[in-house]
């Protein structure tokens, strides 16, 4: 069964850092991984897709990479600002069960002024 | 741009009653998807209708049921709450003409079971 981790669960920077949140899974038979952002009390905002034969996505301050061979995925973002504060998820759509995605239980961001 | 709409926004009911909880999105989206986010337990797939006129059980239905009432319309019933299905539940939707089609949310509609 695929599982998808994210480590730290929560993370707390000064404004300006440029920083790195990571996710992992277990099992590479994926079409794609996808990043969301996730606001107190709101929905899931899709940030970046990067499907299985992309190694990077980038938009913005943000950027995503894809080593699907060590099932490892990382979101860059750049010049972090207190309005990047949020819960980031990412979630695996595996080739086995294209329409259930596995969501890793997220890193929650805090950016202080 | 509206998006994925979802109603009611906050819900209270008692244990044995039932709801149906709605869902638009109006951006001709092929698929759309019901989960509920508990904490500690991640978002979890509930069903999916990868397509107008079809339904999929997803990881955990039981206790719900869907309808695809058309294109646009995804709705998700409760026929009798219990307190386990306390929880938040979200309504997403994605092009679905390829599995490399990003989802796209809604706000969530907040549950109380009593």
């Known amino acids: 069964k695929q599982e998808v981790t994210q480590i730290p669960a929560a993370l707390s920077v000064p404004e300006g850092e440029n920083l790195v949140l990571n996710c992992s899974f277990t099992?590479?038979?994926?079409?794609?991984l996808q990043w969301f952002r996730q606001d107190p009390g709101k929905g899931l905002t899709s940030l970046l897709l990067i499907q299985s034969s992309q190694r990077e996505q980038t938009s913005g301050r943000l950027n995503a990479s894809l080593d699907k061979s060590s099932g490892r995925s990382t979101l860059y973002i750049a010049a972090s600002q207190p309005g990047d504060s949020a819960t980031y998820l990412c979630?695996?759509?595996?080739?086995?069960?294209?329409?259930?995605?596995?969501f890793g239980g997220g890193t929650r961001l805090m950016v202080k002024p | 741009n509206a998006g994925v709409t979802q109603t009611p926004k906050f819900q209270v009911l008692k244990t044995g009653q039932s709801m149906t909880l709605q869902c638009a999105q109006d951006?001709?989206?092929?698929?759309m998807y019901w989960y509920r986010q508990d904490p500690g337990m991640g978002l979890r797939l509930i069903y999916y209708?990868?397509?107008?006129?079809?339904?999929d059980k997803g990881e955990v239905p039981n206790g719900y049921n869907v309808s695809r009432l058309n294109k646009r319309e995804f709705s998700l019933r409760l026929e009798s709450a219990a307190p386990s299905q306390t929880s938040v539940y979200f309504c997403?939707?994605?092009?679905?003409?390829?599995?490399?089609?990003?989802?796209?949310f809604g706000n969530g509609t907040r549950l109380t079971v009593t």
């Open positions: 997403a939707s994605s092009a679905g003409r390829n599995y490399n089609s990003p989802l796209h």
């Open positions: 099992d590479s038979a994926i079409y794609n």
């Open positions: 209708s990868a397509s107008e006129g079809t339904t």
């Open positions: 951006m001709n989206h092929n698929s």
């Open positions: 979630a695996v759509r595996p080739i086995n069960a294209g329409n259930m995605l596995t």
